[in-house]
């Protein structure tokens, strides 16, 4: 039996034809006209004004902290149910991470928390959405508001989702995404931050590009990385976002017949459908063992990888 991956990228609209432009003009580096192109159509895509197109998600998470000057002594609230790619972008900046615990039903952060973790040294509150459902993001933004608090927003798991109609990477100061394979448009690898501050966008793309001067280029006054995006990696992108709404409605779709198919099957909780603000995207299908049940969960992803199923396996 094939195996049944967590999830196989459709890699068959225009991407071998505007791979094909690339490499016949021979503008295969970051320089190329499909890395402005992307950054222009995505950017449009969440409402935004600006969008730096970067090497992948975790690149998107260290520039963004980067960019808000976080540092030495500085605190970033943030979920403890995600990737360590958020808390290592912290701990890089020489921050340090308070964490927040994750709601029970929408494994989203427990946004009740927060007030009371906020400290004078508090910079920044990191919101990362889980899986499939938006964290409900308009407490978040009037606490942050009331305690001149930046917002970075981790949408790396939400293309096309929208919370309260409004796009899933319109909310932060500056909003991150990845491109990796396993998302609902991939380039391979790849990631995008963007913003509708043009300083904060500026100093964004002075951060990925080794921070080079425009006039002096070899005079640096500040230390970046070299993050850039190819041009083969942005044509990958183009033409996977022509299809964004395709891949969403195909989630979706894939979302509810897991449901229905595990619907009454005991010991096991299944992933919110929706929230008042919200439909589930299912970027993954999140299952949760109840208490009742008598092995681990890494007895039970052993079980369905013997059956040819390869599922992520993430504590809680």
Known sequence: MKPIPVNEPLLNGNEQKYLSECIETGWISADGLFVRQFETQFAASVDRQFAIAVSNGSAALEVAVAALRIGAGDEVIL???????????????????????????????????????????????????????????????????????????????????????????SFGD?????????????????????????????????????????????????????????????????????RLAEFVDRKRAIGRQYTELLAGIPGIELPLVKTNYAENIYWVYGIVLKDEVLFDAKVFSEKLAAANIRPILKPV
């Open 174 to 242: 500056l909003s991150t995404f990845s491109f990796y394979a396993n998302k609902h448009i991939t380039t391979g690898e790849g990631g995008m931050i963007v913003t509708d501050d043009p300083d904060l966008a500026a100093r964004c793309r002075s951060l990925r590009n080794l921070c080079f001067e425009p006039v002096r280029r070899f005079v640096h006054t500040e230390l970046g990385w070299n993050l850039r995006m190819s041009n083969l990696h942005a044509a990958v992108g183009v033409a996977q976002l022509e």
């Open 79 to 169: 979920p403890t149910f995600t990737i360590i790619s958020c808390a290592a972008a912290i701990v890089r900046a020489g921050a340090v991470p308070v964490v927040i615990d994750a709601d029970p039903v929408t494994w989203n952060m427990d946004i009740s928390q927060i007030e009371a973790k906020i400290t004078s040294r508090t910079k920044a509150i990191m919101v990362v959405h889980i899986y499939g459902l938006p964290v409900d993001m308009h407490p978040i933004l009037e606490l942050a508001d009331r305690y001149h608090l930046a917002v970075i927003e981790d949408a790396a798991e939400m293309h096309g989702q929208t919370y309260m109609q409004r796009p899933c990477g």
